[in-house]
């Protein structure tokens, strides 16, 4: 790591208490734009959530992130742990 903290973001569906990967290997300023970006199509019941990540995670793509997904289980606080979802972007 570089010195700056790395995030995942993370959609969050509290209605069905689901949550899929929508980015990670972020820095604070990546994720803030992105939140921006992305708060105002989000469909009622979903919300963005930035957690902290630690090491870089390997995976291309973050919906695939077996890291992240890990990341998010044992961080997260969620309770009770949302069951993970694969979403495509255009599903928030």
């Known amino acids: 790591m570089n010195g700056h ?13 689901e949550y899929s990967i929508s ?3 972020q820095t604070a300023e990546e994720a803030e734009r992105l939140l921006a970006e992305w708060q105002p199509h989000l469909k009622p019941g979903f919300s963005l959530v930035v957690m902290d990540q630690g090491e870089p995670h390997k995976a291309a793509e973050a919906a695939a992130c077996r890291a992240c ?24």
């Open 69 to 92: 997904r890990d990341t998010v289980r044992h961080r997260s606080g969620f309770a009770p742990m949302p069951a993970f979802r694969r979403r495509r972007g255009h599903d928030r």
């Open 5 to 17: 903290p790395l995030k995942i973001v993370i959609l969050y569906h509290a209605t069905e208490n």
């Open 23 to 25: 980015a990670h290997n």
